[in-house]
Each structure stands twice: as structure tokens, then as C-alpha cells.
């Protein structure tokens, strides 16, 4: 089964760090570009990163400067490296995989999969 597996979320203190996991199955995740983004109560999901290896991460403004993304390619992982975490951190955060093939007479095919979420939660 073709699936991928979201971990490492919990509670923890406002100042305080995490690091969320991405473990895919059934794929090759250094053949995807994988995002992670995040729902807060109340809000439409928002990115935080895409990284694809070989390039550079881009991270949105949310993310920059506090979040780090890195990967094991032995284990099939994404992480995601998040410090000094604010209350306004607190959400369901999930990640995402896309890659792009073509048919032969160059029509694009994607193929993407997001993973259920893990919950992080700040207190203040």
C-alpha cells in the first residue's frame, strides 16, 4: 500500500522545539517533491515548505527561520525541524508528496498523496 506516515507532533511549551517525521511506504520519497503544511482550528491549510531532492527547500514565511526541513533517504523520511514554537504554531500538520511523470506524447501525469496529520500543540 502506497501511503505516507505523519509523526512526532505532541505538546510542547511556547520557545520549545519538534521534530515531525514524514516515513512513506509503497514509494520512493527522493523521487517527490514533499511539502509540509498545517490546519489550525478555524483556518484553511496553509504550506510551510517543498523540498525536492537535489534543491534547495523554499519555505513560506510562516516557516522561515524557525523551520528546518531534512531527509533520510535510507529510511524513506522527511522531517521537519520546527524551533522556538509559538502558541500560534499550534495546529494539525501533514505532508505532502507530488512527482510528475509523462506519457509519450508528453502529457503530464501527477501523482500526489498527502498523510493524515499529527497534531502539535504550543501552551503559552
Known amino acids: 500500500e502506497v501511503q505516507l506516515q505523519a509523526s512526532g507532533g505532541g505538546l510542547v511549551q511556547a520557545g520549545g522545539s519538534l521534530r515531525l517525521s514524514c516515513t512513506a511506504s509503497?514509494?520512493?520519497?527522493?523521487?517527490?517533491?514533499v511539502g509540509w503544511f498545517r490546519q489550525a482550528p478555524g483556518k484553511e491549510r496553509e504550506g510551510l515548505s517543498c523540498s525536492t531532492r537535489g534543491y534547495t527547500p523554499d519555505y513560506t514565511d510562516s516557516a522561515k527561520g524557525r523551520f528546518t526541513t531534512s531527509s533520510d533517504s535510507a529510511k524513506n523520511t522527511v522531517y521537519l525541524q520546527m524551533n522556538n514554537l509559538k502558541p500560534e504554531d499550534t495546529a494539525v500538520y501533514y505532508c505532502y508528496a507530488e512527482t510528475v511523470s509523462w506519457l509519450q506524447d508528453g502529457t503530464p501525469v501527477a501523482e500526489n498523496l498527502w498523510g493524515q496529520g499529527t497534531l502539535v500543540t504550543v501552551s503559552s
Open positions: 509503497g514509494l520512493i520519497l527522493d523521487d517527490y517533491g
